[in-house]
């Protein structure tokens, strides 16, 4: 069986980890298979698969930026922070008018120091966070979370539905309960779909694959381009690992080859150096 690379942008159910889709993915192609960003298990929406070679993407595109919808649910705060998790406290809820909704989720666009999910992938001391059932809630480790853009998309009784577009490891069950905070409410979430990852949306993602047949892989040279490209035409000093001068001020620059990714370069103090080469069988010939 010929050797199998490319990134498939696969619109996960609900119900399946990310490891579950990596692993059938891993199935069908008998190639090593990465992914750029753990969804949960409940929530949909686009996840890239990086398969073969194309696994030295990952940290790359696992560094771009997310756009999620998700629901806030109002009333209920739960150890899981959505509403599948035990329920911990109810409470009544505070009204806001549907202009006051609005100026409540816009005031989410900056830089939040919060918890994570206890419910979450993320180790601590050296073992995944949703396997620990004894924690204490004040020990959960804290992360930087960005949202660069917010806005409301419907009220609805109970419920809110929005948008936010955040940075790499951001946490949206922790920005809602954030959000309901602000609104002097309890809330948990009760879905997320996430609509890009990059530069890809959900729209161009595929249903779940099933054999080799239904693979359909992106076009590599577009999941780069939230980094500045250029074409070298001698790539000779990047196969020597020689410092490259170019005029760019941005940390990280991407070599074409062919149109496709050949090599991630990293701004040092004398220029350029190769932080990773990206090519793979014949993109070097």
Known sequence: MKSIHGVLAINKPSGMTSFDVCH???KITKSKVGHTGTLDPDATGVLLVCVG???????FLMGQSKVYESILHLGLHTHSLDTTGQILEKADIQPHSIEEWRELVASMVGTHQLPVPQVSAIKVDGERLYKQTDIDPSLLPIK???????????????????????????????????LARRSHNLGTTSSI???????????????????VDDLHFLNPKTLFETFPCITLDDITPILHGKIIELDYEEPLVCVLKHDL?????????????VKRGLWYEDVCD
Not at 157 to 162: P, T
Request: charged share 20%; proline share 4%; hydrophobic share 30%.
């Open 144 to 178: 930087t979370m960005k949202v660069y853009d917010a806005s409301l998309i419907q009220v609805n009784d109970d419920q809110i539905k929005l948008r936010m577009h955040v940075s790499s490891g951001s946490y949206i069950r922790s920005l809602n309960v954030e």
């Open 53 to 59: 070679s194309t696994t030295k993407y990952v940290p």
């Open 24 to 26: 059938q993915i891993k």
């Open 261 to 273: 990714p050949f090599a991630m370069l990293e701004k040092c103090d004398s220029g350029y150096k």
């Open 193 to 211: 779909v996430r609509t890009h990852n990059g530069q890809v949306s959900v729209e161009q993602a595929q249903t779940m694959p099933t054999s």
